[in-house]
Nanobody
Framework: QVQVVESGGGLVQPGGSLKLSCAASGSSSTSTAMGWYRQAPGKQRDMVATIIRSGSTNYADSVKGRFTISGDHAKKTVSLQVNSLNPDDTAVYYC?????????WGQGTQVTVSS
């Protein structure tokens, strides 16, 4: 059974930085795509950043230039460096990993940006 676990969330002041990490276990297959999504209270879950096996990345317009996704598809690990945080970035951040055509979600990690 595949399990996806995130870490690295927390409380940070505006302008601060965090690094979110995620790892999948329970499968020997290589992932083909990985990503980060976020969900703020009362809002839908939105894509933040994705990375596919070729290394190509995609970012939401609101995070371009501030967030950087990186990952190792063989190890099924993905990280998100988040810089220049602002209160609008407050949300639960979810990791998503695609393995053999099936997507797996983590339980989420809370990021709160507040002074």
């Amino acid at each position: 059974q595949v399990q996806v676990v995130e870490s690295g969330g927390g409380l940070v002041q505006p302008g601060g930085s965090l690094k979110l990490s995620c790892a999948a276990s329970g499968s020997s297959s290589t992932s083909t795509a990985m990503g980060w999504y976020r969900q703020a209270p009362g809002k839908q879950r939105d894509m933040v950043a994705t990375i596919i096996r070729s290394g190509s990345t995609n970012y939401a317009d609101s995070v371009k230039g501030r967030f950087t996704i990186s990952g190792d598809h063989a190890k099924k690990t993905v990280s998100l460096q988040v810089n220049s945080l602002n209160p609008d970035d407050t949300a639960v951040y979810y990791c998503w990993i695609l393995i053999n055509g099936r997507g797996y979600w983590g339980q989420g990690t809370q990021v709160t940006v507040s002074s």
